[in-house]
T-cell receptor
Framework: QKEVEQNSGPLSVPEGAIASLNCTYSDRGSQSFFWYRQYSGKSPELIMFIYSNGDKEDGRFTAQLNKASQYVSLLIRDSQPSDSATYLCAVNMRGGSNYKLTFGKGTLLTVNP | EAGVVQSPRYKIIEKKQPVAFWCNPISGHNTLYWYLQNLGQGPELLIRYENEEAVDDSQLPKDRFSAERLKGVDSTLKIQPAELGDSAVYLC???????????FGAGTRLSVL
């Protein structure tokens, strides 16, 4: 069973702090990794993707990938109350002859003013 | 550029009734996905289309679910008959394939009574 694991949270951080969201995955052959943000009652919104080991930065967001450890993380610097949402980790995994985007259950982040 | 458009946004039906959901992908996106999302869970793939062809329908419950993508653009997902356990959000996403960056529509929230 191909899996993506995330802590469900809730993760609570004060405004201005760094929020760190973590994800592990089971398929060592996975090549592409995504972070989606989902506000309550809304659909998932792509915020970051990463393909290579190391860090990828986009504004206040940094995605980190370690394929040897099968670990991907998302750092949010200077967290704002508007960042409060569920963050979904998604990994493109092999399923037979197809690749399929497999999602974790998400981590609920709350940023307190 | 318009995003993925889904309709209806909400649907309430009684069990055993049929229901259909419609999706219009982002222009130029030849890959279309239907997902199901239960409360507190990540989206789960039901079916993936490449143009008109369903290339991965392994997770689609074919006894009651069907889908079509005529002319390789719009798609319809149908449930007949609906069961209480089908209550969920049905998400449509589109992408250009390959590395599978996917963009989601707003979803249809189905309640089966």
């Amino acid at each position: 069973q191909k899996e993506v694991e995330q802590n469900s949270g809730p993760l609570s951080v004060p405004e201005g702090a760094i929020a760190s969201l973590n994800c592990t995955y089971s398929d060592r052959g996975s090549q592409s990794f995504f972070w989606y943000r989902q506000y309550s009652g809304k659909s998932p919104e792509l915020i970051m993707f990463i393909y290579s080991n190391g860090d990828k930065e986009d504004g206040r967001f940094t995605a980190q990938l370690n394929k040897a450890s099968q670990y991907v993380s998302l750092l949010i610097r200077d967290s704002q109350p508007s960042d409060s949402a569920t963050y979904l980790c998604a990994v493109n995994m092999r399923g037979g002859s197809n690749y399929k985007l497999t999602f974790g259950k998400g981590t609920l982040l709350t940023v307190n003013p | 550029e318009a995003g993925v458009v889904q309709s209806p946004r909400y649907k309430i039906i009684e069990k055993k009734q049929p229901v259909a959901f419609w999706c219009n992908p982002i222009s130029g996106h030849n890959t279309l996905y239907w997902y199901l999302q239960n409360l507190g869970q990540g989206p789960e793939l039901l079916i993936r289309y490449e143009n008109e062809e369903a290339v991965d329908d392994s997770q689609l419950p074919k006894d009651r679910f069907s889908a079509e993508r005529l002319k390789g653009v719009d798609s319809t997902l149908k449930i007949q008959p609906a069961e209480l356990g089908d209550s969920a959000v049905y998400l449509c996403a589109s992408g250009t394939g390959g590395a599978d960056i996917q963009y989601f529509g707003a979803g249809t929230r189905l309640s089966v009574l």
